[in-house]
């Protein structure tokens, strides 16, 4: 009943729904078998409803959904056609077609079959990958002109219809006749010769190419004329025509392009599934740099390897060309690697039901983490077989006029194409063609090259030679995007610093001597350009293709560094975009920490509790994604740094799990390193929160720090102290430095609770914790100036900061307010968002029962 909705929709008669239903429709067949004028006239349909519903029943018998036309019935069964797309199990059968239909109602056919709403069209590729219908003129052609033979397999790929190009809408000129004193023959690609009757001493082109669309039907704006440079106000006699010229015209509709390999990696295609415009960004700038950096038959083991998985020729035949060849492609080209990529991605990366660790990636996210599924994709190539990546050259042009081929032809025992004037001419003056098996050769004698004019009706005139993959062997392919990635998302993303042209490089470290493009740099906290060279007169600018816009920006690399406020001149600390928060763990696997804790119901010690507490934050931190880096420190009789600053924390679990309680505990000492590790981020991005959270069970013993020294130096640091206290231990001067530095200290009393701490988004991250009361450090002499026990104990929970906007007054209902939040990012209930929810509860100032006053929806 869904496709009957469908075609009426398609033709504005959805209206009639229930009354096609209420007549007993159960099909599209119906509507030719079951409805008559009468029942029409009963329905109340109008003239123009009657014309759209004559025009569906022709489109239903056009795409052999209703009966047999007469006289027809052998060649539409004996006519079929198969195809397959991204994610399908198997290969579709479309019967009851004819190879008079053209490529359009193909389309439209497919369109119908799979549902597709109206924002959405097909793009047609042959099983072997070339691109089928990038010119809206050619799709008009039927399928037997466009040689799609009876079973053949063709592949689809389903995009926004505004990624492709229309036919410019040309206004009909009924007053044009071919007539004229003077004769002009002219021949049309794969259509003929035409006489043209014009006045060569006063007509243009402009005028000639209208008298042939005229005579011939084809749209002016699709023939090109050959071999003159289009003149539109000169005479014809004065560009060298006269009635000895034989003109030659070529069919296209977007003849005048000229597409620059940069062009293609520019973002100007709506992927099927929406993403973010840092996104898009990140896509097109590492394609980019992919494509300057593995140009060559090296990416053939690559290619192989994503062919392998993907089971996707189209993406395949694209990336060969643009990568090993440097040859641009076609839009519908550039479609198929946009899809086709973003079901690849889709599938190596972890998502709510494909996970390989604790961190979710939302679809709208995915092109954000191209450079990392570009290195695994380069990685797990290294070894791949590259023996069906071969490929024949098949030129456009033939080599005898060095012209693109109007009408491409075979002679017998020949495997050179020939154009078919150039034998005919040769045929007239009883000439002979080398290595021709036939002695007379006759006009009888040459057949249609149908394999070059396939590929010379499917590809635009600036593409002068086509690589024909001929490794296909006619088998449908084993995998349809349905990939299980052979690592973990965080050993994918470890796989990034092998690659250079994949990690986003530090403006300032442009300045070295040695780093060559191509890099991918921030231009914003928000996109994501290729760097290709340094100007040599001002070394301090730099050149980067900036995808969003389409071409070549100088930027300033000082200006830049300072905007971004990164001012790192070395990868020591390597991120993809700018941290707004910097935390050093601190992990107490002194040997108290052997003990047990909580209650007695509870036999853990106190060493697996927080590694429980740890493994809690780690998952909470990669499943929200906050622009953070974290450091983890281990203190018992020494202080060490297991891993410096990372936005990738999942390896830190290895480090934890390892550590056993013994020796002492240098609890001042390691904030102290805390404060210097942070101050290093400090150095580098100098707007970055920095924090320490430590997780220890109160104990301290033979750190050489003072702690009132200690206190003084993180206050003016800047450096706010989170404790979480594991066991019986009343620490009132770590309770203290927590407080004096504008932060928290927690005492949970069961597993749960503590486990609860890190539920909350307030203590995963500071951005939206209401600031503490600030202490001045001159107020802070003594030991006991941190014992303030007795005036603020324990925290719970820190408080919450409500964002500025809580105040306008928008109204919303409560029920909007879940449907904008579960509408989110994320597609679940935040922490925040559910707080967001509880505080604005108690906030009734709109007299309607069931509407609170909330912040604007462009607040969220």
Request: glycine residues 4%.
């Amino acid at each position: 009943m869904e496709k009957i909705y469908k075609i009426l929709e398609r033709n504005k008669l959805e209206g009639f729904y229930n009354q096609f239903v209420q007549l007993g429709i159960e099909s599209i067949q119906d509507f030719v078998d079951g409805v008559t004028d009468e029942d029409l006239h009963n329905m109340s349909f109008t003239k123009v409803q009657k014309n759209r519903y004559k025009n569906m029943i022709d489109e239903i018998q056009r795409f052999g959904a209703g009966p047999l036309q007469k006289g027809s019935t052998k060649s539409l069964q004996a006519y079929r056609l198969y195809y397959s797309f991204p994610k399908c199990p198997e290969r579709r059968e479309i019967l009851d077609m004819d190879p008079q239909n053209t490529i359009d109602d193909l389309i439209l056919r497919i369109s119908i079959l799979e549902n597709l709403s109206k924002q959405m069209t097909v793009c047609l590729f042959t099983a072997e990958g070339m691109p089928l219908t990038d010119d809206p003129f050619f799709n008009t052609w039927s399928l037997k002109d466009r040689h799609i033979e009876n079973g053949s397999e063709l592949y689809v790929i389903f995009t926004p219809k505004e990624n492709l190009r229309g036919s410019p809408t040309i206004p009909q000129q009924n007053d044009i006749r071919n007539e004229g004193q003077d004769t002009v023959f002219c021949h049309v690609m794969l259509k003929g010769r035409y006489e043209i009757q014009v006045d060569l001493a006063h007509d243009t082109l402009i005028q000639l190419r209208g008298r042939l669309s005229k005579e011939s039907g084809i749209p002016p704006h699709v023939l090109y004329l050959k071999d003159y440079e289009w003149n539109v106000s000169e005479p014809l006699f004065n560009l060298g025509i006269n009635e000895d010229t034989d003109l030659h015209f070529s069919l296209s509709s977007f003849h005048d392009d000229q597409a620059e390999i940069n062009e293609f990696c520019q973002s100007d295609i709506t992927p099927s599934v929406k993403q973010t415009e840092k996104g898009l960004s990140v896509f097109f700038s590492t394609l980019n740099a992919i494509r300057c950096k593995n140009v060559g038959e090296g990416f053939k083991k690559v290619n192989a390897y994503i062919r392998k998985i993907s089971g996707c020729n189209a993406l395949a035949q694209s990336l060969y060309q643009i990568i090993c060849q440097n040859m641009t492609g076609t839009r519908v080209q550039k479609i198929a690697i946009v899809e086709g990529l973003y079901y690849l991605f889709r599938e190596l990366l972890p998502s709510l039901t494909k996970r390989s660790d604790d961190r979710i990636i939302e679809d709208i996210d995915v092109f954000e983490y191209a450079p990392v599924c570009w290195a695994y994709l380069l990685s797990q190539a290294k070894n791949e077989s590259t023996e069906r990546e071969s490929y024949a050259s098949i030129s456009m042009k033939a080599q005898s006029t060095n012209q693109r081929f109007s009408e491409p032809v075979c002679v017998p025992g020949v495997p050179e194409v020939f154009e078919r004037m150039y034998v005919l001419d040769i045929i007239k003056e009883g000439g002979k063609i080398p290595n021709c098996s036939e002695l007379n050769l006759k006009e009888t004698s040459f057949k249609k090259a149908t394999n070059v004019e396939k590929i010379l009706l499917s590809l635009p005139p600036f593409m002068d030679y086509y690589l024909y993959w001929t490794g296909y062997d006619g088998t449908s392919p084993n995998s349809s995007f349905n990939i299980n990635s052979e690592k973990t998302f965080s050993q994918m993303k470890v796989e990034v610093e092998n690659y250079s042209h994949l990690i986003i490089t530090p403006p300032l470290q442009l300045k070295n001597v040695g780093i060559d493009g191509p890099r991918l740099v921030l231009l914003s906290n928000e996109k994501v350009g290729m760097y290709m060279e340094k100007d040599k007169m001002t070394p301090q600018n730099i050149s980067v293709f900036d995808p969003l816009a389409g071409k070549s920006v100088t930027v300033n690399i000082d200006e830049l560094a300072n905007t971004l406020r990164d001012v790192r001149d070395d990868l020591t600390f390597k991120v993809t975009k700018t941290p707004k928060e910097a935390i050093v763990v601190l992990f107490d696997s002194s040997s108290s920490m052997g003990e047990e804790c909580f209650d007695e119901d509870c036999k853990m010690k106190r060493i697996d509790a927080i590694k429980e507490i740890f493994d809690s934050f780690s998952n909470r931190c990669m499943a929200y994604n906050f622009d953070q880096v974290i450091c983890l420190v281990k203190f018992d009789s020494s202080v060490k740094t297991l891993h410096t600053f990372t936005e990738t924390v999942e390896t830190f679990k290895e480090y934890v799990h390892k550590l056993e309680p013994q020796g002492c505990t240098l609890l001042y000492d390691a904030l102290n390193h805390g404060c210097q590790e942070l101050l290093q981020i400090r150095e580098r991005f100098p707007d970055c929160k920095c924090r320490i959270i430590c997780l220890t069970d109160g104990n301290h013993f033979g750190s050489n720090s003072d702690p009132v020294v200690t206190a003084i130096k993180l206050m003016d640091s800047k450096v706010v102290v989170d404790a979480v206290i594991i066991g019986k231990v009343d620490n009132t001067v770590l309770h203290g430095i927590s407080n004096v530095t504008g932060g928290c200290c927690f005492k949970p009393e069961t597993s749960r609770a503590a486990l609860q701490l890190f539920e909350m988004e307030t203590v995963l991250s500071m951005e939206l914790r209401k600031e503490k009361k600030k202490y001045d450090i001159s107020s802070i002499n003594h030991v006991s100036d941190l014992n303030m026990f007795d005036t603020c104990g324990y925290d719970v929970k820190p408080e919450v900061k409500l964002p500025p906007q809580i105040h306008k007054k928008v109204t919303m209902t409560e029920n909007a307010l879940k449907k904008k939040i579960m509408e989110s990012k994320s597609g679940r209930f935040l922490e925040k968002d559910k707080r967001i929810l509880e505080e604005l509860k108690n906030l009734h100032c709109d007299p309607h029962p069931f509407c609170t006053v909330l912040p604007s929806e462009s607040d969220f």
